[in-house]
Structure formats: C-alpha cells, structure tokens
T-cell receptor, first 115, second 111 residues
Framework: GENVEQHPSTLSVQEGDSAVIKCTYSDSASNYFPWYKQELGKRPQLIIDIRSNVGEKKDQRIAVTLNKTAKHFSLHITETQPEDSAVYFCAASTGSGAGSYQLTFGKGTKLSVIP | DGGITQSPKYLFRKEGQNVTLSCEQNLNHDAMYWYRQDPGQGLRLIYYSQIVNDFQKGDIAEGYSVSREKKESFPLTVTSAQKNPTAFYLC??????????FGDGTRLSIL
C-alpha cells in the first residue's frame, strides 16, 4: 500500500519568513495530494490540494508543488504569521474510484511561528 | 450553518463495553469517514462510506463497526474487541477525493 513520509516533524520560523514542509510517497499511482492544517485542540481543515496533472498551485500565501518523477510534494508558506502555527498534514491517494476515498496521511509537522 | 456534528466530545469506556460515537452532517455530502488520531501520528482511516447503505473497511477496521442508514448519519461503534481504544476520533465528509470537512472530534478513554 501507499506510504507517506513527512519532514520535518517540527519547524520553527521567525514571523515573516517562509516555511517549507516536504512529503514523499511510494505509490506511483497516487495522483491526489491534499494538505490539512490542525490548530491546537481544533478540527483539521483542508487548506490546499493538487492533482498530478498540475505541477504547482497557489492560494494567497500558501502554495503546493509536486514532482511526480521524484514522488514528492511540498507545502510552501510565505510571509508566515503567528496564526499559521499549527500541525500540518500531507496526504496522498489514487484520486479515482474507490481509491479516491482512501487517503494515506503523513505523521504531521508542527509549525511554530515566532513573533 | 452547514457542518459536521460529533457527539459526545468526551467518552469513557468500561472493560467489555461497546460504545457508539455519533456523527451527523448537513452538508449533503455523499461520502463520510471515520479516522483515528493518536499522539504524534497522522490520521488513520477506520471506515468510509461512499453512499447510503454502503461502507468499506479502512486500514484499521478491526474492533470497530459502522452503519450508514441515512445520508446525514454515520455512527461508529467501538466494540470490546478493540483492545486499545484510547484515541481521538474524527468524523469527516466529502463529495469525493478524500475528506473535505471534519467534525470537532470525540476523545475516548478507558475507565
């Protein structure tokens, strides 16, 4: 089955700096890659996703890049703010049929933005 | 206000007891999911349902059961066969392609 590795497990950045979180996956059939943000004590939120026919996707200060050849994808947060502090999870799935419902998650990255 | 409601927020299970976690959604989503979250771990899929009256096992279904009799409801029963039930349980829904909206979770502990 699919295996998703996420790095780093913790990340501290100064407010205003950029943060990058990387994930690798094992199943070359995977083609859907969402990212979730979970603030302390709150529910996870889907913040951005990308399909394998797209190399990069942006939404304001966040962006996701995908390298299918190397089987890795990354979350980029620019101009970080204290409210970006949370645990971020990456995930992967085959994105079609029954497989589209079965995401495999990374173990999460705890991002701390220092004011 | 559309969303997912999980109850109770905290639940305690005695030895040999089955307990049921409630999940209701008013988003009109066809797909619903149950995930388990342990400290330092990602989310692991217990069961998912693509449509009413249908559900599939996820990666860690042993010791759990579900039903999907209504589109809005997807209750999870943690049976006595689940020997390590202490965890944070999250329900989610979507139109497809994995979970889009999550509930606030139920924290289950053993007495």
């Amino acid at each position: 089955g699919e295996n998703v590795e996420q790095h780093p497990s913790t990340l501290s950045v100064q407010e205003g700096d950029s943060a990058v979180i990387k994930c690798t996956y094992s199943d070359s059939a995977s083609n859907y890659f969402p990212w979730y943000k979970q603030e302390l004590g709150k529910r996870p939120q889907l913040i951005i996703d990308i399909r394998s026919n797209v190399g990069e996707k942006k939404d304001q200060r966040i962006a996701v890049t995908l390298n299918k050849t190397a089987k890795h994808f990354s979350l980029h947060i620019t101009e970080t703010q204290p409210e970006d502090s949370a645990v971020y999870f990456c995930a992967a799935s085959t994105g079609s049929g029954a497989g589209s419902y079965q995401l495999t998650f990374g173990k999460g990255t705890k991002l701390s933005v220092i004011p | 206000d559309g969303g997912i409601t999980q109850s109770p927020k905290y639940l305690f299970r005695k030895e040999g007891q089955n307990v049921t976690l409630s999940c209701e959604q008013n988003l009109n989503h066809d797909a619903m999911y149950w995930y388990r979250q342990d400290p330092g771990q990602g989310l692991r899929l217990i069961y998912y349902s693509q449509i009413v009256n249908d559900f599939q096992k996820g990666d860690i279904a042993e010791g759990y059961s579900v039903s999907r009799e209504k589109k809005e409801s997807f209750p999870l029963t943690v049976t006595s066969a689940q020997k390590n039930p202490t965890a944070f349980y999250l329900c989610a829904s979507s139109l497809g392609l994995g979970p889009q909206h999550f509930g606030d979770g139920t924290r289950l502990s053993i007495l």
